[in-house]
């Protein structure tokens, strides 16, 4: 692998109907797809409960770990939304009334004529120190603290609220991505592959086998942020298929 | 919650191709759809690299903490294939070549009228003291270690090693679930959910809102062992609705 190290991030999905089968979450592969886009390097996803405990570990596990941890969920107005207090407690803060954040919400509500109440209020509150992530659809915002970025799990609402923040951050060097396609096992060119990694170091190359009507095919996918190295790895790649 | 506690389980799902976003994952989703199902609680879903530390890491971490760890993806024959070997070290036991392992692959490619070469014999090499966990379609096995499961990352074959597990562990009661959808924004109902959540604590109840066209509404989830506790919950939250 190149030196020049990309930013690193944690993606971290808050959501009991997730855990449980009952909703596919769409968000992680869109993050993992937009940063990668960006050069930032997704090395780790969870998916973790609704719950204080597990929500304040997961964020202190990960947030020293990684350059950035983005967080979807559990920032609504009803009981189970525990994201911002545990954040809060994470970070031992104190979770205050946002003023800015009310301000919003107040001519938000004002302007549909309905009033402003608790549970809506409820998500004005912030932990002390934070940064507003603006929510352009239902204006309820996100926050940012430290380097966690707090997001709500609506996807339409989230994508709004990560594209204000994606070009505000570091980013890396994209890496490039070239897929071939062979209808053979991949068991048949393990060894090649294994000889052409060794020669390649600054290309990652990724074997991922697949079952079609039962007969066995594989993608080798050459990753790089070196565009010549991935031409010279795919060049012996293709010298071993046509040898077959 | 209910005293009687259901087994937890926490899934691992190891590839570059699911962080770097190329692939879409969908063994998460089946598996968390099934263990609900036989009543085994999934708390945690943890997607990583195809990374001999971050795998040790992730397992160590993980397995003490659940009844059961679920992990897919990098048992395979070519280079980047590492989560034997990582398993290996996880519970500090040696990666050695099973016997059955290599007399199920020996018969299945010389059915096959194919060399069992040295990348295919690889995939018989697996932590001492497993039991191996059959692949009916490729052959080549899974295993499982104490309470860590280690299956195949193609769909297929990744369901097929766990239908053969699944009636061999323990389950629990499996929690019903009732949804009821509301066409308004859960910030007008969020106070009596939280009323009614706190009168039945048997009872887990999730809001989860949605945007249909920009408009707002909300899936209420009511979950539970016990039929009677959703019913009198769900009997509740209708009043309220009827009331609006």
Tied chains: 1, 2.
Excluded: W
């Excluded at 990960?62 to 941890?69: A, C, G």
């Excluded at 107040?106 to 912030?126: D, G, H, T, W």
């Excluded at 915002?141 to 594209?163: L, S, T």
Aim: glycine share 4%; charged share 25%.
């Amino acid at each position: 692998m190149k030196k020049t190290k990309n930013p690193t991030a944690c993606i971290i999905i808050i959501g009991n109907e997730i855990l449980s089968g009952r909703t596919i979450d769409t968000n992680k592969h869109y993050l993992c797809k937009e940063l990668s886009i960006k050069g930032i390097d997704v090395i780790e996803v969870r998916i973790i409960k609704d719950n204080i405990k597990q929500i304040i570990d997961t964020v202190n596990q990960t947030r020293n770990k990684y350059d950035y941890i983005f967080t979807t969920g559990g920032i609504g107005p009803t009981h189970d939304d525990l994201t911002a207090l545990s954040i809060a407690k994470a970070f031992k803060v104190k979770l205050i009334k946002n003023k800015k954040a009310i301000q919003i919400l107040k001519k938000y509500y004002s302007s549909l004529e309905q009033p402003l109440n608790k549970a809506r209020e409820k998500m004005a509150f912030i932990p002390k120190g934070s940064e507003l992530l603006y929510n352009p659809i239902t204006k309820a915002a996100g926050f940012r603290i430290k380097n966690v970025f707090v997001m709500a799990g609506i996807p339409e609402i989230m994508i709004a609220m990560f594209q204000n923040i994606i070009n505000k951050i570091k980013h890396g060097i994209p890496r490039i991505s070239k897929t071939i396609l062979v209808n053979v096992p991949e068991s048949i060119i393990a060894k090649d592959l294994f000889r052409i990694q060794n020669q390649f170091d600054e290309v990652e190359i990724g074997s991922y086998p697949f079952l079609q009507k039962r007969k066995k095919g594989v993608n080798i996918v050459l990753r790089s942020k070196n565009k010549n190295q991935i031409k010279q790895a795919a060049k012996e790649i293709r010298n071993v298929i046509s040898s077959l």
